[in-house]
C-alpha cells in the first residue's frame, strides 16, 4: 500500500479579530452586484498584545489597495514586540478592475477612526509595496484635502472627517505608486493595442540583440516609448469615457484589456525578484492575467494613469510632515536607485538614509532577517 497514511497536515491560522466596517458611500457600480456597493465592507484584522489596547496606545496600520493583507508575515513580530496590527482589506480585494484609490483612503480613514473609537492614541503606517503609495496618498489627503474631485471630473466623496491624520509612516519594499509602476512594465514594444503580437523589435526588451544588459541608451529609449504608450492609453481612455457620457449620463463607464505589462528592464538583473530570469519574466508579460491587465475607464484615470491618477508616492510623501521609516530591500527590482532617488527627493530635509535588507521585495521570507526589520519598525513606532 503506498500513499500518505498520516492524513493532511494541520492548517495553519494566525489568531486575531475581524470586524466589518461599514466604508463611506461611493457611487453605483463601483462595485458587483449592487448589494455588496451598498455594503461598502471593509474588514480589518485587528491583532493586540494580550488581547487589549496596549498602554502605549499605539497601532500599526497595514494595507494594500487591492491584495488580502491579513496573515502578512511582519504581523506576529510586531505583535510579540507589544505593538497592535491592524491589517486592512479595501472594498476592492482581490479585484482592481474598477478599484478608486480616494475609495480606498476613505476605507484607510474608516480604519483608523475604528482605531480611535477604540482606545488608540497614535497611528503608525505600515506602507509596504502598493500599500506604501496608498498611505502616502492617505496622509497627505489627511494633513490637506485637495482629491475633492475624483480624476473624471466628480465629486470625490472625500470629507476631512472620514481622513484622521496618523502619526509616522514606515516604508518598506515600496514602489513609486500604482500609475509609475504600471508605465515603468509597459511593454514599449507594443503598437497596437488590440493586437500584442504587433511589436517593434527595436523596443523589445525581450529581443537578446539589446541585453541584458541593456545600454543607457537602450533604457533611455524604453522609458520614452513607455510613456508613450501610456499617453496613448489614457488619451484614448479620456475620449471614449467622454463618448458614453455623452450618450449614458455622468456614471457611464466601460472595461477594457491592457495587454503585456511586465517588461521593466530591471527585472532583469540577477539580483531582482526574477533572478535575471527572463523566461519567467516572459511567461508573466503574456500571461492572461497581469499589472492593469483589466481595468475600467474611470479606474484607470484613478489609478492607472501616469500624471492623472491622484495617487503618487513620491509626490505624496513630500506634501505630508510626519516622521518617516524608509527601508529599502536590495534584491527588488522596484528599489533600483533610479526609483528611489524619487523617494529620497520627497523627503527632503526628514530624509536620513535607508535602512537596507540584502533581500528580495518580500524577504523571501527569512526568519532572522522578519525579526530584524520588526524590531527596527516597534522601535520607531513606540519613540516619542
Known amino acids: 500500500m503506498t500513499g500518505n497514511t498520516t492524513g493532511p497536515r494541520p492548517v495553519r491560522y494566525r489568531p486575531s479579530r ?50 488580502a493583507t491579513a496573515g502578512f508575515y511582519i504581523v506576529d513580530p510586531l505583535v510579540k514586540l507589544g505593538l497592535s496590527v491592524m491589517t486592512v482589506q479595501t472594498r476592492f480585494v482581490g479585484n482592481d478592475s474598477t478599484l478608486l484609490m480616494e475609495r480606498c483612503a476613505q476605507d484607510v480613514g474608516s480604519a483608523i477612526r475604528f482605531l480611535k473609537e477604540r482606545g488608540y492614541e497614535r497611528i503608525i503606517l505600515l506602507g509596504f509595496s502598493g500599500g506604501a503609495s496608498l498611505l502616502c496618498f492617505y496622509q497627505a489627503q489627511a494633513e490637506k484635502l485637495t482629491a475633492v474631485t475624483l480624476p473624471d471630473g466628480r465629486p470625490s466623496r472625500l470629507e476631512p472627517e472620514h481622513l484622521p491624520p496618523a502619526d509616522k509612516l514606515v516604508l518598506f519594499g515600496h514602489h513609486l505608486g500604482r500609475s509609475q509602476t504600471l508605465r515603468n512594465v509597459l511593454d ?44 496613448r492609453i489614457t488619451t484614448w481612455v479620456t475620449e471614449r469615457l467622454a463618448t458614453l457620457e455623452a450618450m449614458y449620463g455622468p456614471d457611464a463607464d466601460e472595461a477594457f484589456i491592457v495587454h503585456r505589462t511586465n517588461a521593466d528592464p530591471f527585472m532583469f538583473a540577477a539580483n531582482s525578484d526574477f533572478g535575471g530570469d527572463a523566461d519567467k519574466i516572459r511567461q508573466l508579460n503574456e500571461a492572461g492575467n497581469g499589472l492593469g491587465r483589466f481595468t475600467s475607464l474611470r479606474s484607470w484615470l484613478s489609478q492607472w494613469a501616469t500624471g492623472v491618477s491622484q ?74
Open 188 to 231: 514599449a514594444a507594443i503598437t497596437d493595442e488590440a493586437d500584442p503580437l504587433k511589436r517593434d523589435p527595436e523596443l523589445d526588451v525581450f529581443d537578446p540583440r539589446h541585453g541584458p544588459p541593456f545600454s543607457d541608451e537602450f533604457i533611455g529609449k524604453i522609458r520614452t516609448a513607455q510613456a508613450a504608450r501610456m499617453d
Open 18 to 67: 475581524s470586524f466589518l466596517l461599514s466604508g463611506e458611500r461611493g457611487y453605483p457600480n463601483e462595485l458587483y452586484p449592487p448589494s455588496v456597493n451598498q455594503a461598502r465592507g471593509v474588514r480589518v484584522d485587528l491583532s493586540e498584545p494580550n488581547d487589549e489596547v496596549p498602554g502605549h496606545k499605539t497601532a500599526a496600520v497595514f494595507t494594500h489597495p487591492v491584495v
Open 311 to 384: 495617487a503618487d508616492g513620491p509626490a505624496d510623501l513630500a506634501r505630508t510632515s510626519i516622521p518617516v521609516l524608509s527601508i529599502v530591500q536590495t534584491g527588488d527590482h522596484r528599489a533600483h536607485p533610479d526609483y528611489m532617488r524619487q523617494w529620497e527627493a520627497a523627503l527632503g530635509d526628514r530624509f536620513s538614509g535607508h535602512h537596507r535588507f540584502d533581500a528580495t521585495h518580500y524577504m523571501d521570507p527569512q526568519a532572522e532577517m522578519v525579526s530584524e526589520l520588526a524590531k527596527l519598525i516597534a522601535d520607531f513606532a513606540q519613540t516619542q
